[in-house]
């Protein structure tokens, strides 16, 4: 049982809404800078990591993780709509999204991108046993 109520002090804890502003202000920001061909999202956490100085400890991790998800999507708006890469994991988004964009569908291209995105960031851990997993790998 103790575990359970550590699940929901972390909870607790990540959903206080001065913590979801500082989540949000660092996917914004990070977003803008993921942008930027070359920034990748460990440069961005480098540049912005003086401004979580003068918060709590929790709301700068958030922030900082906020920041990475944000340049990591960051990075596949250039992919699909000028057909640069702004970092190694989007080369692959611009074959096909840069194409969706040139049909004059970049807005779903960049829906898929976003949704890929939180798909993975939420569910990207490479554990065999877990439902998720298993159900991608024996979908009958």
Known sequence: MDIFANVLLGFQVALQPVNLFFCFIGVLIGTLVGVLPGLGPV????????????????????MLAGIYYGAMYGGSTTSILINIPGEAASVVTCLDGYQM??????????????????????????DRHSPLYLWFLFPE
């Open 43 to 62: 440069a961005a956490m480098s540049l912005l990591l003086p401004s979580t100085f003068h918060v709590s400890p929790v709301s700068a991790i958030i």
């Open 101 to 126: 964009a040139r049909k004059g569908r970049a807005g779903p291209a960049l829906g898929m991108s976003a949704f890929g995105s939180f798909f993975a960031g939420r569910n990207g851990h490479h």
